[in-house]
């Protein structure tokens, strides 16, 4: 058995090969324990002490050589794609790679933060306000009587030994506090929880996030807060959606509207997300009522303002398609790590 | 709210179809959520907002078609009452006439009670009312009309004749319609003969006084309860009724008197009843309010000229009285179906919405921003960078718990605020710890097969505060399990330890630029966080008993939990520039065993001490603790780095300090040399 007669073996049958086990075979028959080239090695103690060197490196490039072509036919096999076993430091780069493990921001932090980092763009502050507050600051301040059904909409956690205290029902009374501590001009957003005494349920759940935003100046009009809501809306749900304002009642606004979007599952053909109505309820807003801001102590002659709310947890079901509120707050890492 | 379009049209002539209207209603702000061909009429679905007591009745909805519309509304049938306002034989009583500004009661005799026709029959079923007899009917006809709550009474079954008007007494009880036996109180406002209770006020009849086919002679009710007293005692009664809705929102004097009149007319006209007397006993009519309206504020706000005649006519439709007071100004009447109407922002909203919001452009305002607006928020999103960077995914649990199980894990030493009117028991109290929530959220992965939970939460915790309760924003942060990760050499395992998550609260000390922390055992299983000498939280090993209240068995679960108040409160972003050393430095390991109840803290601060100021840093490069050396001990390797900044050291000047520094471990520490 000499060399050349097995480079002349080799090429006809790396030829002849049409499949990955073909070449497995292949790669047993010249590379494998009893192979071709193992054979050849084995000779080498046989061979006369100066014929060794060359033989050996005669052996060494044959076997080089079968390597290269079955790295070539493997990757003709293959339909071109490396499957090279070895990298250059001879790791193998199809184990997996070695790295710490990431954590995961919550969904809806990722959504907070996403937002909030819009409307600091466009020149608001971000402040926070604390979850328990007054009846006054919740209700009163808001323009929503005590005794009267437009408080029915916001069902109120009340605290134990702590007479008028509760658990914020919505994020508005920051912006009595922050009307209350700052001068006008003011444009600020406000994330956090807030608490309603809701069962809980696929959409509801007795805790959830909200954000506020408001923004109070001479010269505030309703054609601002159409603009400053339609930039956010696009922001969030791209530039292709359309928008509508619907005249609804809040009572710490007037006008107040309701800002749908066209659905962004169906595009506004309809579909069970959107009700089969098209649009998408995401927004409440309106311009803040004279009584708000006479609570207040700002002069309703002098200042106008736009405000407007939203659901943090209907914004990021909308935007990952999460069809359970409840997932929120269960925490499965298979849930979290998608985020 | 439910009405049909054929009601819609004995009012107002409508030329677009039911679907378009539904739109435009909608888009005027009242919401119709569904339209449905039905007996050859549509019946709408509206959702009426608590504002617009008027839009609960078909009138009310007729008035905004016109608008949307631009027509006017068909003249209603008279209105005169046919009644003569007799004087004598019957009463009305009204105790406090701010529970009942109007009691008006017609005794409408000689009636016979029968199915209802057809047509009234057919109406009722539509909107999913159910057809009792003529006189009932005729009363539900005329509330969803024209929005007033009418109630009718078998004028035979009521004791002597007098209708009184008061508060219920504790003692009272009172069978209702639906045959249920009410307890009443005084925060219940009744209708009594004197005798007994006859009605709730304003919420429903008692069924011994209801209409039925025996009855002959009826009294006819027709009132203006106070919204928020009529409220209160369906709150108190848990029943809610059209009536009951309907008085809450508000209904006023002159629908009140309007329709009993109409009802009296339909009730003679179907029933062959006589109306006899007609009563009313309240405060005078109200007067109606004026609005002045500057047109430039209307441009102002809504940022669109809108013609003087155009604003006009969109009131007008909607009811109001308008006229022009020179340039620029208008008087607007509010008719007294509208009591939500008292601004001139509010007439601002009644052109905007009729005009369409579409219609109105849109700007971008001028914002001057305040940056210099920045809470503890920055410090928060830069710690949960830290965190996720280390391998915590972030939790988000309810503020709110159950009692029992913060008891159950023993780290809640007060009483903790309480909420007043829970739904179910997982919201009793306000958390004083995040550490039970998040042991939850392990146990739950836990059952979902997950090896390797690592937690953390950032919220407020409460307690209770003299006037006000305190909340504190807390960083939780729990660690369970067996960690996985690759090495060249093949898959390596790992048991979750305290020290992982001491490591943790390490590197964001160290990222928040905090100097001064330190970790000290407290009690069994519990190490002390205290950073800038002040206690900010600390590390637990959680208890099995603990544990196997959220069901974890077999598994340790570290925890610790960090006030952020505290910590932030010591934190210091501001870096300073330090030249990165130009000699190099000089390593010298030492391999020591050392008793293993020696704290290491204390003997590498004695050595830095000893070695100053050449010796700049020391490491533990490695440490050993099991059977290859005697129990009670561990084996150690310190590495020594000595450095000067002035110049490359010699071994010559390391070798004294560095024998120093080992003759110091053996004999302060007896350390044993290897």
């Known amino acids: 058995m000499d060399i050349y007669s097995i480079k002349a073996q080799l090429d006809a049958d790396i030829q002849a090969i049409a499949s990955l086990q073909a070449l497995e075979d292949f790669r047993l028959k010249y590379l494998g324990r009893k192979g071709i080239v193992a054979e050849l090695t084995g000779l080498i103690p046989t061979l006369p002490k100066e014929e060794r060197g060359k033989f050996g490196q005669e052996a060494n490039a044959l076997k080089g050589r079968i390597n290269e072509l079955i790295a070539e036919k493997q990757r003709a096999l293959s339909g071109g794609q490396d499957t090279k076993v070895s990298g250059a430091s001879g790791n193998d780069i199809f184990m997996p790679g070695i790295a710490q493990e990431l954590g995961h921001i919550h969904p809806l932090t990722q959504v907070i933060d996403e937002i909030c980092a819009i409307f600091t763009q466009l020149g608001f502050s971000i402040v926070e306000g604390p979850e328990i507050e007054t009846e006054f600051n919740n209700f009163t301040g808001l323009n929503i009587p005590l005794d009267h059904p437009s408080r029915d909409a916001f069902d109120t956690f009340y605290l134990k030994d702590y007479s008028k205290l509760l658990l914020r029902s919505h994020t508005s009374p920051v912006q009595i506090r922050a009307m209350k501590s700052r001068k006008p001009p003011l444009a600020i957003v406000v994330p956090g929880r807030v608490y309603r005494p809701d069962a809980v349920d696929a959409s509801h759940s007795f805790m959830f996030h909200q954000i506020e935003g408001f923004i109070v100046d001479t010269d505030i009009k309703f054609s601002d807060l159409k603009g400053v809501l339609e930039t956010f809306a696009k922001a969030v749900f791209g530039n292709d959606i359309k928008m509508r304002f619907r005249p609804h009642f809040f009572p710490f606004t007037e006008p107040s509207a309701e800002v749908d979007i066209s659905c962004i599952i169906c595009k506004g053909k309809g579909c069970s997300v959107c009700g089969r109505k098209g649009w998408l309820e995401v927004l409440g807003s309106g311009m803040i009522h004279p009584n708000v801001f006479r609570h207040v102590g700002i002069d309703p002659k002098k200042y106008t303002g736009f405000a407007f709310g939203m659901g943090v947890e209907r914004i990021a079901m909308l935007k990952y398609g999460i069809n359970d509120i409840r997932l929120f707050f269960e925490n499965d890492l298979r849930f979290l790590r998608q985020f | ?674």
């Open chain 2, 1 to 674: 709210m439910k009405f049909t379009y054929n009601w819609l049209k004995d009012f107002v002539d409508i030329k677009i179809a039911p679907e378009a209207l539904a739109e435009k209603l909608t888009m005027a702000g009242l919401e119709v959520s569904g339209v449905e061909g039905k007996g050859g009429d549509f019946v709408f679905e509206a959702e009426i907002t608590s504002n617009r007591p008027d839009w609960l009745s078909v009138i009310g909805i007729a008035r905004e078609v016109a608008a949307i519309t631009g027509v006017k509304l068909k003249s209603a049938k008279s209105s005169k009452c046919r009644c003569a306002k007799a004087v004598g034989k019957f009463a009305i009583k009204v105790e406090d006439k701010s529970d009942c500004p109007l009691y008006s009661a017609k005794i409408i005799r000689e009636v016979k009670v029968g199915p209802s026709p057809k047509w009234l029959k057919e109406r009722l079923e539509l909107i999913g009312c159910r057809s009792i007899n003529n006189v009932v009917d005729i009363t539900n006809y005329c509330l969803f009309t024209w929005g007033e709550p009418l109630h009718a009474f078998d004028l035979d079954k009521l004791s002597g004749a007098e209708i009184i008007v008061r508060r219920a007494k504790n003692s009272e009880k009172l069978v209702t319609i639906d045959q249920v036996e009410r307890k009443l109180d005084a925060d219940i406002l009744i209708i009594a003969d004197p005798v007994k209770p006859v009605a709730v006020a304003g919420v429903m009849g008692g069924k011994d006084t209801e209409v039925t086919e025996h009855t002959k002679n009826i009294l006819l009710e027709a009132a203006v309860f106070n919204g928020s007293v009529v409220r209160r005692g369906r709150q108190k009664l848990g029943l809610s009724t059209d009536s009951s809705y309907r008085f809450e929102r508000g209904v006023d004097f002159e629908t009140a008197e309007f329709s009993a009149c109409q009802a009296s007319g339909l009730i003679e006209e179907l029933s062959s009843g006589k109306c006899v007397l007609a009563k009313s006993s309240g405060k005078a009519l109200p007067k109606t309010k004026s609005i002045s309206l500057d047109l430039g504020l209307v441009e102002k706000i809504l940022n669109v000229k809108i013609a003087e005649q155009k604003l006009k006519n969109i009131l007008g439709h909607l009811g109001f009285r308008v006229r022009s007071v020179g340039k620029n100004k208008m008087m607007v009447t509010v008719p007294l179906f509208r009591e939500d109407v008292e601004l001139p922002e509010d007439l601002i909203e009644e052109i905007s919405r009729i005009y369409g919001f579409e219609n109105i452009p849109q700007t971008l305002p001028s914002i001057k921003p305040q940056v210099s607006i920045r809470g503890s928020r920055d410090l928060v999103a830069l710690t949960k960078k830290v965190l996720t960077g280390l391998g915590l995914s972030e939790a988000i649990t309810y503020s709110l718990v159950d009692q029992d199980l913060s008891k159950g894990f023993g780290l809640q030493d007060a009483q903790p605020v309480a909420i007043m009117n829970p739904l179910s028991k997982e919201q009793e109290v306000l958390r004083t710890t995040l550490i039970p929530s998040l042991a939850r959220c392990v146990s739950y992965n836990l059952n979902q097969k997950q090896e390797f939970v690592f937690l953390y939460e950032i919220a407020n915790v409460f307690s209770r505060g003299e006037n006000f309760p305190e909340e504190e924003l807390t960083l939780g942060i729990v660690i369970c399990g067996e960690k996985s990760f690759f090495l060249e050499q093949g898959l390596a395992k790992e048991n979750a330890s305290l020290l992982e998550i001491k490591g943790v609260l390490e590197r964001l000390f160290l990222k928040l630029g905090i100097k001064e922390y330190d970790f000290n055992p407290s009690g069994s299983g519990v190490i002390e966080v205290t950073v800038g000498g002040q206690k900010a939280g600390s590390l637990i090993n959680l208890e099995k008993s603990a544990l196997a209240r959220v069901d974890i068995k077999n598994k340790d679960l570290f925890c610790a939990e960090v006030s952020l108040e505290k910590v932030f409160a010591a934190a210091d972003l501001n870096k300073k520039f330090v030249s990165p050393p130009r000699y190099p430095g000089i390593t010298r390991d030492i391999s020591l065993v050392l008793k293993e109840d020696l704290a290491i803290k204390s003997v590498l601060s004695r050595l830095y001490e000893k070695g100053t100021p050449l010796l700049i840093e020391v490491r533990i490069a490695d440490y050993y603790k099991g059977k290859q050396i005697s129990a009670g001990l561990r084996s150690l390797t310190i590495s020594c780095i000595y450095r000067s900044d002035e110049r490359t050291l010699t071994e010559a000047e390391v070798n004294p300090v560095h024998s120093e520094v080992v003759r110091m471990l053996t004999e302060s520490f007896g350390a044993k040399i290897r």
